[in-house]
């Protein structure tokens, strides 16, 4: 019984440190240390384990502690919040137990191989946790790296996926370690640990190059962008469209006059909360106090607005990015959300018109909202008659790798995420968000502006440097002189895209068929013996 008792704080320790690794009410920036540590007290707890029955208890304990412990905050989205974090933490618990499975998998390989299986194995389930429907790429191991400045710079190569196995491979040493009876033998953890010294070192060189390289990159630059992002720190669910223009207008104007004039005005998501074209059909008298259409013309500039796109026809809607011109109309098609928030705003199956119809009914909801299938690009005119071309990942979307890729292979020069967080009502969910959207950034190459409703609204550089960034919770706005890079070069991981994580899983399915397959864990084991020679002879 204490053994089971242990083996259930190791989860919930692991739970709170994974959270940790993420800005949080306990620490504003995050932990990074803890990525290297975090889920060394599961992987303990999943090897001296006596059943699955065992293994799918440590995962519901994981699973609930990290829901609740990093992201308590989903609790306030709107009336079914617990609903969604009740869902998330069942979620977390079911793909971590079949991660726990594959670990638990590995007990006959040689303790040698073990730590590499273990490693793979974690890379492939952080990847394949964070794709499909039910993606939730949130407190991986590689967001714990956030205040790093050097080592994250190895993701325009790899992807996320390169710092997980940095972290799952120090993860696994430390485990092995620790539950290995030879305790006086470390050489069969040389060769680990030696690779694990070396990728560090290595990656930390890469990244000083990178860095160091960017001022030239910099300085080549012939073009600036003068955009002005807003933030009006008013919840859209709690106010109706006029009244959040009207704090979006009184942000602008806080600000004037200024000497430059800006190519475009910014707004967040969903700031015309509703119909778009009833929106603008209203706009000439709307907001009462200074009417949109009004201060859309004496702005004389491009203005980006969240809305809401409607199809009547298909009963639906979507979450859109509209680029108005000078005089209020559309310029170019608008964007619409692709990656939605499973079971908020994407329910299985709605596009399948008979099961489309049953949630309606359900739900008391006469429009469902639907993904769109296009990654849109917008154009901007700069002042200066050249353009800029950019992509709007909206809210989430700046969480997943695959979006931000896809509007840079495109020809996107720039991405500009708009989201509102303001209904978490919580500083630790704003800082969340920007530390994983910097990513983006640096993986791309791209600079990162985001426009947000309360936090955090920010210009990041394509090295993950925060050039700028308004206080969360505060109704203001900042002008960022944007430089227009070329476009001509993609990093290794924008052409590639996840080629380290589909090494993961080819990894993970190799180590796991030779725990089973004789002659193919006769192969490893032979491997592993060479390998392990080497290391004594050069003690």
């Not at 499973?342 to 909801?365: C, D, H, N, Q, T």
């Not at 993904?371 to 690009?377: A, P, Y």
């Not at 001509?488 to 180590?511: C, K, N, P, Q, R």
Request: charged share 15%; hydrophobic share 45%; glycine share 6%.
């Amino acid at each position: 019984m204490r053994i089971f008792i242990l083996h259930s704080l190791y989860a919930i320790a692991s739970g709170i440190m994974l959270s940790l690794i993420l800005p949080s009410d306990l620490a504003s920036n995050g932990v990074t240390l803890l990525a290297f540590v975090a889920i060394a007290p599961l992987l303990i707890a999943t090897y001296r384990s006596c059943s699955y029955r065992e293994i799918l208890w440590i995962s519901l304990l994981h699973g609930w502690t990290h829901a609740w412990v990093g992201r308590y905050w989903l609790a306030f989205f709107q009336n079914f919040g617990f609903t969604i974090l009740i869902a998330l933490s069942i979620g977390l618990s079911a793909v971590t137990f079949l991660a726990l499975i594959a670990v638990k998998k590995t007990e006959y390989l040689p303790a040698r191989h073990r730590v590499w299986a273990v490693t793979w194995i974690w890379v492939a389930f952080e990847y394949l946790r964070s794709t499909g429907f039910l993606a939730d790429p949130w407190a991986l191991l590689a967001y714990g790296f956030g205040q790093s400045q050097y080592m994250i710079q190895i993701i325009d190569m790899t992807g996320p996926m390169g710092l997980s196995f940095v972290a799952g491979l120090s993860n696994a040493i430390i485990a092995q370690r620790l539950t290995d009876p030879v305790k006086n033998d470390y050489r069969y953890l040389r060769w680990p640990i030696q690779i694990f010294a070396m990728t560090m070192i290595l990656s930390s060189i890469y990244g000083a190059f990178r860095i160091h390289q960017s001022k030239k990159v910099l300085d080549r630059h012939t073009e600036t962008a003068h955009i002005l992002l807003v933030q009006q720190n008013l919840d859209s669910w709690d106010v109706s469209w006029p009244d959040l223009v009207d704090e979006h207008i009184r942000a602008v104007h806080g600000i004037l006059p200024i000497e430059q004039p800006f190519d475009m005005i910014v707004s967040s998501e969903t700031t015309l909360l509703g119909d778009f074209d009833s929106i603008m059909s209203m706009a000439h008298v709307l907001p009462t106090s200074y009417p949109l259409a009004k201060f859309i013309r004496e702005m004389n500039t491009y203005h980006l607005f969240g809305s809401l796109s409607v199809d009547q026809e298909k009963y639906s809607y979507y979450n859109a990015a509209f680029l108005l011109n000078r005089t209020g109309e559309i310029a170019g098609k608008p964007y619409f959300k692709q990656q939605l928030v499973p079971f908020a705003e994407a329910l299985p199956f709605s596009w399948i018109p008979a099961i489309a119809e049953k949630y309606r009914v359900f739900l008391g909801m006469p429009l469902l909202q639907q993904s769109g299938r296009e990654s849109v690009l917008l154009n901007l005119p700069l002042q200066s008659g050249n353009s800029l071309t950019f992509g709007v990942p909206i809210c989430f979307e700046d969480a997943f790798p695959r979006v931000s890729r896809k509007f840079v292979r495109q020809g996107a020069q720039a991405l500009l995420n708009i989201t509102n967080d303001s209904w978490s009502q919580r500083l630790s969910s704003q800082m969340q968000h920007m530390m994983i959207a910097r990513y983006r950034a640096i993986e791309t190459r791209r600079p990162l502006l985001r426009a947000t409703n309360s936090g955090m609204t920010v210009h990041i550089n394509p090295w993950g440097h925060i050039e700028q960034m308004i206080p969360a919770f505060q109704n203001s706005a900042m002008i960022v002189d944007l430089p227009v890079l070329e476009t001509s070069e993609h990093t290794i991981y924008v052409l590639v895209g996840e080629w380290f994580s589909y090494i993961a899983i080819l990894m993970a399915l190799i180590y796991l068929l030779g725990n089973y397959n004789q002659s193919l864990s006769s192969l490893l084991s032979k491997v592993g013996k060479n390998s392990f020679r080497r290391a004594s002879s050069s003690e």
